[in-house]
């Protein structure tokens, strides 16, 4: 077996804006439950009109994204809706996977400064070294409200 074999299958979920796209949910766990790794792609008409957003969360987030999203940059619909949620006070939890290198980087320590001031949440951040492990579920402990 190689490697790449070992890599669970992935799908990803295109969303457009029809009445029933919040309902999508039942896709995705029925996805899940088949064993597959799930990806969602909304178009931005359906994400603008379509969810009632309760949470968002960024993993992993790069140097590149949080630089933008600080500075305003909406040039993906990725950052223009980062930029958009915290402007309506949806919680937004980050999980950075930026090295130590780029993360002295004088704009990524303002960025991060910037969106904490915004109320964005920041877990531990993550630098690739030997051993650590990227702890994805803990993007989901920023956002959940204690003991759900
Ligand atoms: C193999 C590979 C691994 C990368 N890993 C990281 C990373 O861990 N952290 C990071 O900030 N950038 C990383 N980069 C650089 C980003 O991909 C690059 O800055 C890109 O413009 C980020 O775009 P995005 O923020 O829109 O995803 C990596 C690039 C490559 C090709």
């Known amino acids: 077996m190689t490697e790449r074999d070992q890599i669970p299958p992935f799908l990803y979920v295109v969303v457009c804006a029809a009445g ?71 919680p937004v939890g980050v999980l950075t996977c930026v090295s130590d290198d780029l993360a002295r980087h004088p704009a990524y320590q303002d960025s991060l400064i910037r969106l904490r001031g915004m109320g964005v949440r920041f877990g531990y951040p993550y630098q690739g070294a030997e051993g650590e492990e990227f702890e994805w579920e803990r993007a989901l402990d920023l956002v959940e409200p204690q003991g759900r």
């Open 20 to 90: 029933i796209a919040a309902g999508v949910g039942k896709l995705i766990t029925a996805a899940q439950e088949r064993e597959w790794h799930v990806g969602v792609i909304a178009t931005p008409t359906a994400m603008n009109g379509f969810f009632d957003t309760a949470a968002v969360v960024v993993a992993p987030a790069t140097f590149n994204t949080i630089n933008k999203w600080a500075a305003g940059i909406a040039d993906t619909l990725a950052v223009g809706t980062l930029c958009e949620v915290v402007g309506r006070g949806v």
